[in-house]
């Protein structure tokens, strides 16, 4: 399975916009790029997915590098809420494949009122 | 509350017992994982069911664990002779099909081996 590489952590004031980085240099054509949370003592949510475009919705944007051998994860404006373990994963789309997620560590993002 | 709701929330129990923990999912979902999440680290897959089928098993499945999901509604999972190292964080997630559709993650339930 390719792998991600991501920062353990980050710092950002409230308010203020943050950019989780991840690279993914043997993520293959096929492989989609995938972004949870994991807020303290909870399971992990989705946040955004992503082929090619860039993608926004209504918690984050996605910028993919043109060759797709890094992305981030843009939040607009980071609120206490936003305190959490971001995970990034490559991941399959074809209707064969079981589906789980691989997680890597993450990086946990502190957000500083 | 439709998420995915797991129950219990915590288990402490002593070595050697046997523990059972129960996930509901999504009420339309047809795919259901199992992962467990040790301190400091992401969640690791552990298995998963299409409808009451368990299509795959991670090596990190001993045999003292077993997982059932009858009627492709609710799922539980066993683990036999606790030890120490059972001590995690059990997580399950739905999702309606796969590809790119998102899981739905419960709220996990913390296991103690004392």
């Known amino acids: 399975d390719a792998k991600t590489t991501q920062p353990n952590s980050m710092e950002s004031n409230e308010e203020e916009p943050v950019h989780l980085p991840c690279n993914h240099s043997?993520?293959?054509?096929?492989?989609?790029i995938h972004w949870y949370r994991q807020l303290p003592s909870q399971g992990p949510e989705y946040v955004i997915h992503g082929l090619t475009s860039n993608v926004n919705n209504r918690m984050a944007s996605l910028a993919i590098a043109e060759d797709r051998k890094s992305s981030t994860l843009i939040l607009h404006r980071a609120t206490l809420r936003d305190a959490a373990v971001y995970y990034c994963?490559?991941?399959?789309?074809?209707?064969?494949?079981?589906?789980?997620?691989?997680f890597g560590k993450g990086t946990k993002l502190s957000v500083k009122p | 509350d439709t998420g995915v709701s797991q129950d219990p929330r915590h288990k402490i129990t002593k070595r050697g017992q046997n523990v059972t923990f129960r996930c509901d999912p999504i009420s339309e979902h047809n795919r259901l994982y199992w992962y467990r999440q040790t301190l400091g680290q992401g969640p690791e897959f552990l298995t998963y069911?299409?409808?009451?089928?368990?299509?795959?098993k991670s090596r990190l499945l001993s045999d003292r664990f077993s997982a059932e999901r009858p009627k492709g509604s609710f799922s539980t999972l066993e683990i036999q002779r606790t030890e120490q190292g059972d001590s995690a964080m059990y997580l399950c997630a739905s999702s309606l099909g796969t590809g790119a559709h998102e899981q739905f993650f419960g709220p996990g339930t913390r296991l103690t081996v004392l």
């Open positions: 069911f299409q409808n009451e089928a368990q299509l795959e």
């Open positions: 994963i490559l991941r399959l789309h074809y209707g064969g494949s079981q589906g789980n997620l691989i």
């Open positions: 043997t993520i293959s054509g096929t492989d989609y």
